[in-house]
Protein backbone atom coordinates (compact mmCIF):
# COMPACT_ATOMS: atom_id res chain seq x y z
CA UNK A 1 0.00 0.00 0.00
CA UNK A 2 2.04 2.96 -1.11
CA UNK A 3 1.93 6.67 0.71
CA UNK A 4 4.32 9.53 0.24
CA UNK A 5 7.64 8.81 1.71
CA UNK A 6 8.19 9.88 5.54
CA UNK A 7 11.32 11.56 4.10
CA UNK A 8 9.14 14.11 2.39
CA UNK A 9 10.89 17.54 3.20
CA UNK A 10 13.27 16.54 4.97
CA UNK A 11 17.35 17.04 3.19
CA UNK A 12 21.08 15.27 3.82
CA UNK A 13 23.32 17.74 6.22
CA UNK A 14 26.14 18.49 3.65
CA UNK A 15 29.27 20.34 3.18
CA UNK A 16 31.84 21.14 0.43
CA UNK A 17 35.51 19.77 0.85
CA UNK A 18 38.24 20.32 -1.86
CA UNK A 19 35.44 20.88 -4.50
CA UNK A 20 33.21 17.17 -3.57
CA UNK A 21 30.07 17.36 -2.00
CA UNK A 22 29.59 15.54 1.74
CA UNK A 23 26.92 14.40 3.75
CA UNK A 24 26.62 14.52 7.14
CA UNK A 25 25.61 11.00 9.10
CA UNK A 26 23.99 12.09 12.28
CA UNK A 27 24.43 8.96 13.88
CA UNK A 28 27.43 7.86 13.11
CA UNK A 29 28.79 11.55 13.30
CA UNK A 30 30.85 11.30 9.94
CA UNK A 31 31.22 12.89 6.50
CA UNK A 32 30.26 10.56 3.60
CA UNK A 33 30.53 10.56 0.16
CA UNK A 34 27.64 11.90 -2.12
CA UNK A 35 25.33 8.67 -3.08
CA UNK A 36 21.68 9.03 -3.90
CA UNK A 37 20.46 5.71 -1.42
CA UNK A 38 22.67 6.95 1.04
CA UNK A 39 20.68 10.53 0.59
CA UNK A 40 17.55 8.75 1.43
CA UNK A 41 19.08 6.61 4.31
CA UNK A 42 20.21 10.30 6.02
CA UNK A 43 16.97 11.64 4.78
CA UNK A 44 14.94 9.09 6.92
CA UNK A 45 17.28 9.58 9.36
CA UNK A 46 16.49 13.48 9.40
CA UNK A 47 12.70 13.11 9.81
CA UNK A 48 13.11 10.45 12.66
CA UNK A 49 15.47 13.07 14.80
CA UNK A 50 13.86 16.24 13.42
CA UNK A 51 10.37 15.34 14.64
CA UNK A 52 11.60 13.94 17.77
CA UNK A 53 9.84 10.47 16.18
CA UNK A 54 13.11 8.49 17.80
CA UNK A 55 16.06 9.08 20.02
CA UNK A 56 19.03 8.86 18.18
CA UNK A 57 20.85 6.85 20.78
CA UNK A 58 18.45 4.25 19.65
CA UNK A 59 19.13 4.28 15.77
CA UNK A 60 21.93 1.77 14.09
CA UNK A 61 22.45 1.89 10.85
CA UNK A 62 24.37 -0.92 8.09
CA UNK A 63 23.89 -2.68 11.47
CA UNK A 64 25.37 -6.38 10.44
CA UNK A 65 24.43 -7.30 14.57
CA UNK A 66 22.56 -6.35 17.35
CA UNK A 67 23.07 -6.93 21.13
CA UNK A 68 19.76 -9.03 21.02
CA UNK A 69 20.14 -11.11 18.45
CA UNK A 70 21.98 -12.20 15.58
CA UNK A 71 21.05 -10.24 11.94
CA UNK A 72 23.41 -13.05 9.84
CA UNK A 73 25.61 -11.60 6.71
CA UNK A 74 23.76 -8.94 5.85
CA UNK A 75 23.33 -5.31 6.65
CA UNK A 76 20.13 -3.18 7.14
CA UNK A 77 19.72 0.25 6.58
CA UNK A 78 18.39 1.55 9.53
CA UNK A 79 17.16 -0.10 12.24
CA UNK A 80 14.92 1.04 15.14
CA UNK A 81 15.54 0.11 18.87
CA UNK A 82 12.97 -0.24 21.54
CA UNK A 83 14.34 1.48 25.43
CA UNK A 84 15.11 -2.78 25.96
CA UNK A 85 17.53 -2.75 23.29
CA UNK A 86 15.03 -5.01 20.97
CA UNK A 87 15.13 -4.52 17.06
CA UNK A 88 11.53 -2.71 16.58
CA UNK A 89 11.60 -0.82 13.29
CA UNK A 90 13.50 -1.79 10.19
CA UNK A 91 13.82 0.56 7.36
CA UNK A 92 15.25 -0.44 3.23
CA UNK A 93 16.30 3.17 1.67
CA UNK A 94 16.60 2.63 -2.03
CA UNK A 95 17.47 5.23 -4.70
CA UNK A 96 14.96 7.43 -6.32
CA UNK A 97 15.68 6.06 -9.53
CA UNK A 98 14.26 2.62 -7.61
CA UNK A 99 10.80 1.99 -8.54
CA UNK A 100 9.16 0.17 -5.54
CA UNK A 101 5.78 -1.78 -5.83
CA UNK A 102 3.96 -3.94 -3.86
CA UNK A 103 6.13 -7.04 -4.83
CA UNK A 104 9.18 -5.75 -4.74
CA UNK A 105 8.59 -4.11 -1.29
CA UNK A 106 7.91 -7.48 -0.25
CA UNK A 107 11.90 -8.43 -0.09
CA UNK A 108 11.81 -6.71 2.97
CA UNK A 109 10.35 -9.79 4.81
CA UNK A 110 13.63 -11.61 3.59
CA UNK A 111 15.59 -9.05 5.15
CA UNK A 112 13.54 -9.38 8.32
CA UNK A 113 13.89 -12.92 8.83
CA UNK A 114 16.66 -12.89 11.37
CA UNK A 115 15.80 -9.43 12.76
CA UNK A 116 11.96 -9.78 13.73
CA UNK A 117 11.19 -6.58 14.30
CA UNK A 118 7.61 -5.34 13.84
CA UNK A 119 7.44 -2.89 11.56
CA UNK A 120 8.69 -2.61 8.24
CA UNK A 121 9.14 -0.14 5.83
CA UNK A 122 10.36 0.18 2.45
CA UNK A 123 11.66 3.79 0.77
CA UNK A 124 13.02 5.51 -1.94
CA UNK A 125 12.30 8.83 -0.61
CA UNK A 126 9.71 8.99 -3.02
CA UNK A 127 6.67 6.75 -1.53
CA UNK A 128 6.71 4.62 1.30
CA UNK A 129 5.90 0.93 1.68
CA UNK A 130 4.80 0.18 5.16
CA UNK A 131 4.54 -3.35 6.73
CA UNK A 132 3.21 -4.72 10.45
CA UNK A 133 4.73 -7.93 10.90
CA UNK A 134 1.93 -9.84 12.90
CA UNK A 135 1.52 -13.93 13.75
CA UNK A 136 3.90 -14.82 11.02
CA UNK A 137 2.51 -12.38 8.24
CA UNK A 138 2.96 -9.29 7.28
CA UNK A 139 0.10 -6.90 6.78
CA UNK A 140 0.54 -3.58 4.79
CA UNK A 141 -0.74 -0.38 6.08
CA UNK A 142 -1.48 2.71 4.58
CA UNK A 143 -0.40 5.12 7.16
CA UNK A 144 3.03 5.85 9.04
CA UNK A 145 2.64 3.80 12.22
CA UNK A 146 1.75 5.64 15.33
CA UNK A 147 4.89 4.30 17.21
CA UNK A 148 7.14 6.12 14.12
CA UNK A 149 5.13 9.83 13.75
CA UNK A 150 6.55 12.52 14.63
CA UNK A 151 6.29 14.19 18.14
CA UNK A 152 6.68 17.70 17.04
CA UNK A 153 5.78 20.43 14.16
CA UNK A 154 9.04 20.49 11.82
CA UNK A 155 9.27 23.96 10.79
CA UNK A 156 12.86 24.75 9.51
CA UNK A 157 15.01 27.74 10.14
CA UNK A 158 17.47 29.75 8.34
CA UNK A 159 20.49 27.11 10.27
CA UNK A 160 18.79 24.33 8.87
CA UNK A 161 18.58 25.58 5.20
CA UNK A 162 22.29 26.31 5.68
CA UNK A 163 23.09 22.95 6.95
CA UNK A 164 21.15 21.23 3.86
CA UNK A 165 22.85 23.44 1.50
CA UNK A 166 20.02 25.74 0.42
CA UNK A 167 20.88 28.65 1.99
CA UNK A 168 24.56 30.16 2.30
CA UNK A 169 25.46 32.06 6.01
CA UNK A 170 25.50 35.59 4.12
CA UNK A 171 21.37 35.56 3.99
CA UNK A 172 21.03 33.55 7.48
CA UNK A 173 19.35 36.47 8.75
CA UNK A 174 16.62 36.89 5.87
CA UNK A 175 13.16 35.94 6.58
CA UNK A 176 12.07 35.91 2.84
CA UNK A 177 14.48 33.49 2.21
CA UNK A 178 12.97 31.34 4.88
CA UNK A 179 9.60 31.69 3.49
CA UNK A 180 10.36 30.80 -0.27
CA UNK A 181 12.37 27.83 1.07
CA UNK A 182 9.22 26.68 2.97
CA UNK A 183 6.86 27.57 0.69
CA UNK A 184 8.62 25.29 -2.15
CA UNK A 185 10.82 22.53 -0.41
CA UNK A 186 8.08 21.61 2.32
CA UNK A 187 5.11 19.76 2.79
CA UNK A 188 2.94 19.03 -0.14
CA UNK A 189 5.27 21.13 -2.33
CA UNK A 190 7.99 18.68 -1.60
CA UNK A 191 6.20 15.92 -3.95
CA UNK A 192 7.30 16.72 -7.02
CA UNK A 193 11.32 17.15 -5.59
CA UNK A 194 14.09 15.28 -7.95
CA UNK A 195 17.78 15.26 -7.03
CA UNK A 196 18.95 16.74 -10.03
CA UNK A 197 22.60 17.01 -11.77
CA UNK A 198 22.73 19.16 -14.90
CA UNK A 199 26.50 18.64 -15.42
CA UNK A 200 27.02 22.07 -16.62
CA UNK A 201 30.71 22.03 -15.91
CA UNK A 202 32.83 24.96 -15.14
CA UNK A 203 29.72 26.98 -14.71
CA UNK A 204 28.80 27.35 -10.94
CA UNK A 205 29.89 24.96 -8.15
CA UNK A 206 27.12 23.06 -6.22
CA UNK A 207 24.57 22.56 -8.81
CA UNK A 208 23.64 19.19 -7.80
CA UNK A 209 20.89 19.24 -5.33
CA UNK A 210 16.96 19.09 -4.99
CA UNK A 211 14.63 20.54 -7.79
CA UNK A 212 11.36 21.53 -7.53
CA UNK A 213 9.74 21.24 -10.66
CA UNK A 214 6.59 23.00 -12.64
CA UNK A 215 4.82 22.77 -15.84
CA UNK A 216 1.63 24.39 -16.92
CA UNK A 217 -1.04 21.49 -17.84
CA UNK A 218 -0.84 21.43 -21.55
CA UNK A 219 2.36 23.51 -22.03
CA UNK A 220 5.64 22.40 -23.08
CA UNK A 221 7.44 24.46 -20.79
CA UNK A 222 8.68 23.01 -17.71
CA UNK A 223 10.91 24.84 -15.33
CA UNK A 224 13.33 23.06 -12.37
CA UNK A 225 14.62 25.19 -10.07
CA UNK A 226 16.21 25.21 -6.90
CA UNK A 227 17.97 27.60 -4.38
CA UNK A 228 21.58 26.04 -3.25
CA UNK A 229 24.88 27.42 -1.77
CA UNK A 230 27.85 26.46 -3.93
CA UNK A 231 30.39 27.25 -1.63
CA UNK A 232 28.69 27.44 1.68
CA UNK A 233 28.52 31.99 2.07
CA UNK A 234 26.28 32.70 -1.03
CA UNK A 235 23.04 31.43 -2.43
CA UNK A 236 21.85 31.00 -5.75
CA UNK A 237 18.55 30.65 -7.61
CA UNK A 238 19.22 27.80 -10.02
CA UNK A 239 16.49 27.58 -12.70
CA UNK A 240 16.62 25.01 -15.70
CA UNK A 241 13.88 25.93 -18.38
CA UNK A 242 13.10 22.82 -20.55
CA UNK A 243 10.76 22.79 -23.72
CA UNK A 244 9.64 19.53 -25.40
CA UNK A 245 11.79 17.65 -23.35
CA UNK A 246 15.19 19.36 -24.23
CA UNK A 247 16.97 21.94 -21.61
CA UNK A 248 16.71 25.07 -23.40
CA UNK A 249 18.40 27.06 -20.76
CA UNK A 250 19.92 27.75 -17.50
CA UNK A 251 19.86 31.07 -15.14
CA UNK A 252 21.56 31.68 -12.13
CA UNK A 253 20.31 34.43 -9.84
CA UNK A 254 22.38 35.55 -6.86
CA UNK A 255 20.04 35.69 -3.89
CA UNK A 256 22.57 37.09 -1.42
CA UNK A 257 23.28 40.09 -3.63
CA UNK A 258 19.10 40.81 -3.79
CA UNK A 259 18.78 40.55 0.04
CA UNK A 260 21.79 42.34 1.07
CA UNK A 261 20.65 45.24 -1.26
CA UNK A 262 23.53 44.54 -3.65
CA UNK A 263 23.50 45.43 -7.66
CA UNK A 264 22.03 42.22 -8.84
CA UNK A 265 22.82 39.96 -12.15
CA UNK A 266 21.64 37.01 -12.80
CA UNK A 267 23.26 34.95 -15.92
CA UNK A 268 21.70 33.28 -18.46
CA UNK A 269 23.74 30.18 -19.86
CA UNK A 270 22.01 28.45 -23.88
CA UNK A 271 23.79 26.46 -25.83
CA UNK A 272 24.88 29.45 -28.21
CA UNK A 273 25.59 32.45 -25.93
CA UNK A 274 26.27 33.20 -22.04
CA UNK A 275 25.48 36.59 -20.67
CA UNK A 276 24.28 38.32 -17.86
CA UNK A 277 21.83 40.89 -16.94
CA UNK A 278 20.34 43.50 -14.77
CA UNK A 279 17.75 41.77 -12.81
CA UNK A 280 14.30 43.98 -13.01
CA UNK A 281 13.44 46.18 -9.95
CA UNK A 282 10.04 44.87 -10.25
CA UNK A 283 11.06 41.01 -9.84
CA UNK A 284 13.39 42.43 -6.90
CA UNK A 285 10.27 43.98 -5.29
CA UNK A 286 8.51 40.78 -5.61
CA UNK A 287 11.61 38.66 -3.82
CA UNK A 288 12.52 41.32 -0.87
CA UNK A 289 8.00 41.42 -0.39
CA UNK A 290 6.63 38.39 -1.58
CA UNK A 291 2.94 38.71 -2.83
CA UNK A 292 1.16 35.63 -2.55
CA UNK A 293 3.21 33.40 -0.75
CA UNK A 294 5.92 32.94 -3.67
CA UNK A 295 3.30 31.08 -5.70
CA UNK A 296 4.31 33.08 -8.35
CA UNK A 297 7.70 32.47 -8.70
CA UNK A 298 7.10 30.14 -11.68
CA UNK A 299 6.20 32.27 -13.70
CA UNK A 300 8.43 35.74 -12.93
CA UNK A 301 11.16 33.16 -13.37
CA UNK A 302 10.17 31.91 -16.60
CA UNK A 303 9.71 35.86 -17.67
CA UNK A 304 13.51 36.43 -17.11
CA UNK A 305 14.09 33.61 -19.70
CA UNK A 306 12.74 35.85 -22.64
CA UNK A 307 13.33 39.63 -21.52
Sequence with gaps: MRIRSHCTGHFPHIRYSDGQRLLYHTVAGKWLADRPEERVRLRSIDYLVQGDAWPVSHIATEKGSTTKG????????????????????????????????????????????????????????????????????????????PLLRSRKPFIPDMGYWVSTGFAGIETTTDKGLADMLGVWFTGEAAQNLISLNPGLEGTVAGMSHYYQ???????????????????????????????????????????????????????????????????????????????????????????????
Excluded at 234 to 259: H, K, M
Excluded at 262 to 277: G, I, N, Q, V
Aim: proline share 6%; with cysteine; charged share 25%.
Design 213 to 307: VVQEKGMPVKLAFTVVSPDGNSTVLTVIRNVNGRNEAVLFLPLDAVYLGKETRYRLLRASSDSERHLPEHMIEYLLDPDDAYRRLPVMLDDLFTL
Design 70 to 145: ELGSGRVDILLYNKELVPTVLIECKAPTVAITQQTSLQIARYNAEIHAPILCMTNGLVDFWYIHEEGELRPVGEIP
